[in-house]
């Protein structure tokens, strides 16, 4: 990323493609992506395709963040066609097997009752809980808010709100802020 921010699209897609291959599922969508517009080479959307395939194998091979990955580009449609059900299946595989961003996600969708989920308190606080447990940062933050919502204890509240800042969620952080200032 260094490189492509650097404006070195050649040596960015080529050590791009070269941790797609590793398996970096991340790499492979961006490898697509920029295939598909031309970015370090001609567009290629041939090439641009075989990343896409090669995330979809790593997902279907069990690698939880290309289950995440994969669903979310079918989810909003980026570079992989609009399919709800599909984001929606690779979203349930990732949480099931154990991956807090897709749990926490989840959660919210049942609790929401978006993308054709059923809302159902019950199933979304399972899932938040085992987002949780896992330590995932925004679950950290909404459990930190519900305590302080509901007057317990505040300690509590800001160790949840500390560790969900270390963890990169720049809210927790900001809250912690004007609470402790």
């Known amino acids: 990323m260094d490189a492509y921010n650097k404006g070195l699209t050649e040596v960015a897609l080529a050590r791009m493609e070269a941790c797609a291959r590793n398996g970096d599922p991340v790499a492979c969508y961006l490898a697509a992506v ?10 290629d959307s041939e090439r641009a395709q075989q990343w896409l395939i090669q995330l ?14 994969i669903g979310q580009h079918y989810r909003f449609g ?6 709800i059900a599909r984001a929606n299946y690779w979203l349930e595989r990732a949480a099931e097997a154990g991956y807090p961003e897709a749990q926490h ?8 009752g978006q993308y054709g989920y059923p809302v159902d308190q019950k199933t979304s606080e399972s899932w938040y809980q085992r987002a949780f447990e896992q330590r995932h940062p925004e679950t950290l933050y909404r459990f930190a808010i519900r305590q302080l919502r509901e007057a317990q204890t505040r300690d509590e509240a800001i160790a949840l709100l500390r560790e969900a800042a270390e963890r990169g969620f720049s809210q927790a952080a900001e809250l912690l802020r004007s609470i402790l200032h």
């Open 34 to 43: 920029w295939c598909s517009n031309g970015e370090g080479a001609k567009p």
């Open 56 to 69: 979809e194998q790593l997902a279907q091979g069990g690698d939880l963040e290309a289950q995440w990955e």
């Open 78 to 83: 980026d570079l992989l066609p609009l399919d």
């Open 105 to 112: 996600h989840l959660a919210w969708f049942v609790e929401t």
